[in-house]
């Protein structure tokens, strides 16, 4: 008697094997498609610095606007507030209730860029002890984040705050003396 080998068979119906073909390959063109591979980029696209000095008291300060520009976003991005040094400087935008605004939401073709206007001012009386009717001394802040550069911007995406660092200032204009 003549005795054939046993074919193996395969317990796996064919269906099941081209279904789970047909997912892999829609997982791997979903993965690979050029919305879910694309990150948000910030980029500075101009920072100006404009020192003054005079007045009173011997004022003086910087004038600063930085246009910021983000792109390949899902959900736009909110700028809340610019950090000068150690000190917060609230975003008031342009198209709010605001009354006073600081900052112009410029949108584009998958891009938004803001123009942001800030401004510090010192004077040279500020650590002399407060005299009668003195207003209190200003409570010291201290940045989110650690940062080396100009200025870090807090905004708000897909509702968690991130930063950027802004590292250098591309203008600077002479210094201005007022009398």
């Not at 317990?11 to 099941?16: A, C, G, I, S």
């Not at 004077?123 to 650690?146: N, V």
């Amino acid at each position: 008697m003549k005795t054939t080998p046993n074919k193996q068979t395969s317990t796996t119906p064919k269906f099941y094997t081209k279904k789970f073909s047909f997912f892999l390959l829609l997982m791997l063109a979903a993965c690979s498609s050029p919305t879910s591979l694309r990150s948000q980029t910030v980029k500075l696209v101009n920072s100006t610095r404009l020192d003054w000095s005079g007045g009173i008291a011997g004022r003086y300060g910087s004038n600063f606007t930085f246009s910021i520009e983000f792109s390949n976003y899902r959900s736009e991005p909110l700028p809340d507030t610019i950090w000068i040094g150690q000190s917060p400087i609230p975003i008031l935008l342009a198209n709010t209730r605001e009354l006073q605004t600081n900052t112009k939401r410029i949108p584009g073709k998958k891009t938004v860029r803001f123009d942001i206007n800030v401004g510090t001012s010192s004077h040279d009386l500020a650590g002399r002890m407060p005299g009668p009717g003195d207003p209190p001394k200003a409570i010291t802040t201290k940045s989110p984040i650690d940062y080396t550069g100009v200025a870090l911007l807090s905004y708000k995406y897909k509702r968690k705050t991130r930063y950027y660092t802004v590292k250098n200032i591309i203008t600077n204009f002479p210094p201005v003396n007022y009398p």
